[in-house]
């Protein structure tokens, strides 16, 4: 978030033979060239405004660092300990921070779930899916989106409450759940707006233009 570190994926398919053919790899913009993170494959990651979120398919892990990329000098920040959020993730792409690296949000089994980085302990089942799931958390952290199922039957799912922490640390009561119906065959993916209070859908519409699908914008205003 302060520009210092650009973080980004790279393919090295022959640096573990049979093993990871992706490393997440940390630029410093202020110099000292790139710096090796973490194999993995597949690797998905979220970058927070204190520590990086990653779920590593290679190793079935969700992982936490709260320690710097990089040094102020421009060096790798050295051994950072990672915090184990979880060893058997669901099907899904990638993690989630919420605003100050509050809360993470992943998929664990056939759940969504949110782990509260401040404790360390508090874990919080959110909602139970069902296939493969794609995760969006608005700017306000108050809403949550939830892309989930399969065999081209995917369902949009909206969680909501008044505050951060009543929607991901609260209990099934604080938080209001709405199914988000497709007017379309199904919903591909999903964007918030900056303000919170859009929900940009990609929908697959029906009928097909000669034997091709046929992509619409559908708005969702709360």
Not at 25 to 52: E, I, K, N
Not at 164 to 180: N, P, W, Y
Not at 200 to 207: F, K, T, Y
């Amino acid at each position: 978030p302060d520009s210092r570190v650009l973080t980004f994926l790279h393919a090295e398919p022959n640096r573990v033979e049979g093993g990871p053919s992706l490393v997440l790899g940390a630029l410093d913009t202020r110099g000292g060239g790139a710096q090796y993170v973490r194999p993995g494959g597949p690797l998905f990651f979220s970058v927070g405004q204190a520590g990086l979120l990653v779920h590593n398919g290679f190793l079935n892990e969700v992982l936490y660092s709260s320690e710097p990329l990089v040094t102020s000098q421009g060096g790798q920040g050295g051994a950072r300990p990672d915090q184990l959020l979880s060893s058997k993730p669901g099907a899904f792409r990638t993690p989630l921070l919420s605003p100050a690296d509050a809360y993470a949000v992943f998929c664990e089994e056939d759940a969504i779930v949110a782990v509260d980085l401040r404790t360390q302990q508090k874990r919080t089942t959110l909602l139970d899916v069902t296939g493969g799931a794609l995760l969006e958390l608005s700017a306000d952290a108050r809403k949550l989106v939830v892309l989930h199922g399969g065999d081209g039957k995917a369902e949009l799912t909206l969680l909501s409450a008044e505050t951060s922490d009543a929607l991901l640390g609260g209990s099934e009561a604080d938080r209001r759940t709405q199914k988000l119906p497709c007017a379309q065959m199904s919903t591909v993916a999903s964007w918030f707006s900056p303000d919170s209070s859009k929900l940009l859908c990609l929908d697959i519409a029906q009928p097909l233009v000669e034997g091709q699908p046929r992509c619409v914008w559908t708005v969702w205003e709360f």
